[in-house]
């Protein structure tokens, strides 16, 4: 098949809220019976799914926006599965809060692989070529040109990628979930470590996914068909089994009178809701993690992406949270916020709770810092994070009873 070029990944997903909320609005005439019925088809354009993950993973747009939009066009009950997919971004995130140590178990999972990648030349070679769109696999190469050159795939793209690497191709999935987070725009810790473990059969111990050439050709519009070269058996991934789950995170108060800087990371791109809250920042500073998403080099269009839409949110906070004391990334900018921080006479920095990775990691480095001048690290959790993360405390099936009232008080909230 002679493929057509793809778009570069920021002409599809400019980086602003005014480009989100453009998006949201184009597709919630779709959002009903429509994404019901034609979500899993994976076709050019992916005109039948909302497009909007990097948006929401980073909140240009918020999950509020989401609900507050679609429920204005369609009905609860048209709107449910389109709400449900939504809120397994939520459910991720707080199973993945209350079993932080499956993060820290991912990344040394990675760095093991890479290690194997150095002496093995067998794997070597399979991961490579995996990574390059080189394996003879037709649909496979595709999705991983797709995703280097896009920084985007459909879910059912997601899916059947990942079973290949694991299943087809027998490589760490560690590796793959690796490669994801390099490549995508809407790379999230929570949604991409689970949703890996979720096919290798990590997740819910037992049940694995198994990419069938049939699903395949049915739902990329006959345009792939690899019968006879995959998997017809999903091997048992070995692991450990899923930790204990610990409380879920507390959220942190901020203190009204004291000199306040506001630290912004890449997890929440709409600082207006605290300020609206009675934030009021002296000065304020950013925090960017894109390049610790992996120890090898991530992809630029995922720094190109971070980096503009942080721009757009220090723009939508112009003249309410004081001057810009400067944009930090790298291993040295917990120490160079703290210095910041010391420098502009602070007593407490508030950073939005950023939830467990590259941006979390971070973070606690900045505790130690901060700490040691004197200064207070504090993490609020919005509202509605804070109501729905205690309930992902088994499968998606037992917090999906939760979604109605968690959609509805969020239809109440303020607009971020
Ligand atoms: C192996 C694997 C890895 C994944 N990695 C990521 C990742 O790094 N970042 C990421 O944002 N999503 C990830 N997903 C989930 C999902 O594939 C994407 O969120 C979705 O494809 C985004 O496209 P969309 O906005 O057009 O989705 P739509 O179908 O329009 O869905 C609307 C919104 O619901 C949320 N959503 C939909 N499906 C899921 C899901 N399965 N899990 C979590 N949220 C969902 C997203 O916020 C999405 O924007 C992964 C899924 C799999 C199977």
New binding site residues.
């Given amino acids: 098949m002679t493929e057509t070029p793809f778009p570069a990944p920021l002409d599809l997903f400019p980086p602003t809220r005014a480009d989100g909320l453009a998006r949201l609005a184009g597709f919630v005439p779709k959002g009903g019976r429509a994404y019901a019925e034609r979500?899993n088809h994976d076709l050019p354009g992916?005109a039948d799914?909302?497009?909007?993950?990097p948006y929401?993973?980073h909140r240009l747009v918020t999950e509020g926006d989401v609900v507050r939009s679609v429920l204005q066009h369609q009905s609860p009950q048209a709107a449910e599965k389109?709400l449900q997919?939504?809120f397994?971004?939520t459910y991720?995130k707080g199973w993945l809060e209350q079993r932080p140590s499956v993060w820290t178990a991912y990344r040394e999972g990675v760095r093991r692989g890479l290690d194997r990648v150095q002496t093995e030349a067998g794997l070597r070679a399979g991961w490579q070529a995996a990574c390059t769109g080189d394996t003879g696999i037709e649909c496979f190469d595709h999705w991983a040109r797709e995703l280097s050159a896009t920084g985007y795939l459909?879910?059912h793209a997601?899916?059947w990628f990942?079973s290949i690497w694991i299943f087809t191709l027998r490589l760490p999935w560690e590796l793959g979930a690796d490669f994801?987070?390099r490549h995508?725009l809407?790379?999230?810790p929570a949604?991409?470590t689970l949703?890996?473990r979720w096919?290798a059969g990590l997740q819910t111990p037992g049940k694995t996914y198994l990419a069938t050439a049939g699903n395949i050709a049915r739902y990329t519009g006959g345009r792939f068909d690899p019968a006879g070269q995959l998997a017809e058996h999903a091997a048992p991934v070995d692991g450990p089994a899923n930790p204990p789950r610990g409380p879920p995170p507390q959220s942190e108060p901020w203190t009204q009178d004291a000199a306040t800087g506001l630290v912004l990371t890449e997890d929440d791109l709409s600082p207006g809701t605290l300020l609206d809250a009675g934030l009021s920042p002296v000065a304020h500073a950013v925090l960017l993690s894109a390049g610790a998403r992996s120890p090898l080099a991530v992809a630029p269009h995922v720094h190109a992406f971070t980096r503009a839409a942080t721009e757009d949110a220090l723009g939508r906070i112009a003249g309410r949270a004081g001057p810009c004391g400067g944009v930090f990334e790298g291993t040295e900018a917990a120490q160079q916020i703290a210095d910041w921080a010391e420098r502009a006479g602070l007593a407490q920095v508030v950073m939005p709770y950023p939830p467990v990775g590259p941006s979390a990691d971070l973070a606690a480095g900045l505790k130690t810092a901060l700490a040691e001048q004197g200064i207070r690290l504090v993490r609020p959790i919005r509202a509605e994070d804070a109501r729905a993360w205690p309930h992902a405390t088994h499968g998606f099936f037992r917090f999906k009873d939760r979604i109605p009232d968690l959609t509805a008080a969020l239809h109440k909230g303020a607009a971020a």
């Fill in positions: 979500r992916h799914v909302s497009r909007l993950s929401i993973r389109f997919e939504v397994w971004r991720w459909h879910n997601r899916m990942a994801f987070l995508l809407d790379g999230d949604s991409n949703g890996w096919v």
